[in-house]
């Protein structure tokens, strides 16, 4: 069993939509949890992290924890054609596959 | 601030060749890191530097591959020979200091192809 999972996607929506996109975790000692944005060919860049459970907002973004459940959720609103990307989640060191995301306008 | 810098963008070679990547950090930052993205997976952490030091190689294979941070700032990894399965994007990245919540900043990274 890996120790995070996401689906791969691709997740298609129009713009403007509220995205949801969602991991569980596996390891009981993860206590931070990240998620990241990675673009075609570029490296991934830190977006939110949070270490408790419940929600911390960000802009557009609000990042949920469910330690109960082992479960992460990451919420776009207003979504634009810029965040079409790949959101990578997981602790400091290890990341879920990944979910591709594409919103057209 | 410049950020991470990587070199080359882009390699190609053929299985048994040998092959180096380099990494330039953020200036100041002592943790580097180095992970492997095979294609539609996340990152895998390879290596991990304090300064000179390696805290973590667990998931390094060291038969092919080597990996060194000279006086604490630029560092190279090696594949030597490549597989067919090596074929993946090499990330640097590099962080202030090892810390669980400290803000790890990626280059661009190399993508190797191994034909």
């Known amino acids: 069993q890996k120790e995070v999972e996401q689906d791969p996607g691709p997740l298609s929506v129009p713009e403007g939509a509220i995205v949801s996109l969602n991991c569980t975790y596996s390891?009981?000692?993860?206590?931070?949890f990240m998620w990241y944005r990675q673009y075609s060919r570029k490296g991934p860049e830190l977006l939110m992290y949070?270490?408790?459970?419940g929600n911390k907002e960000d802009g557009r973004f609000t990042a949920q924890v469910d330690k109960s459940s082992k479960y992460i959720s990451l919420f776009i609103r207003d979504s634009q054609p810029s965040d079409s990307a790949t959101y990578l989640c997981?602790?400091?060191?290890?990341f879920g596959t990944g979910t591709r995301l594409q919103v057209f306008p | 601030e410049a950020g991470v810098a990587q070199s080359p963008r882009y390699k190609i070679i053929e299985k048994r060749q040998s092959v180096a990547f380099w990494c330039n950090p953020i200036?100041?930052?002592?943790?580097l890191y180095w992970y492997q993205q095979i294609l539609g997976q996340g990152p895998k952490l390879l290596i991990q530097?304090?300064?000179?030091?390696?805290?973590?190689d667990s998931q390094l294979p060291k038969d092919r591959f080597s990996a060194e941070r000279l006086k604490g700032v630029d560092s190279t990894l090696k594949i030597q020979p490549a597989k067919l399965e090596d074929s993946a994007v090499y990330l640097c990245?590099?962080?202030?200091?090892?810390?669980?919540?400290?803000?790890?900043?990626f280059g661009p990274g190399t993508r190797l192809t191994v034909l």
């Open positions: 530097f304090q300064n000179n030091g390696v805290v973590d």
């Open positions: 997981g602790d400091k060191l290890i």
């Open positions: 949070t270490y408790s459970s």
């Open positions: 390891n009981s000692a993860f206590q931070y």
């Open positions: 200036s100041g930052h002592a943790t």
């Open positions: 990245a590099s962080s202030l200091d090892p810390g669980r919540t400290d803000t790890q900043y």
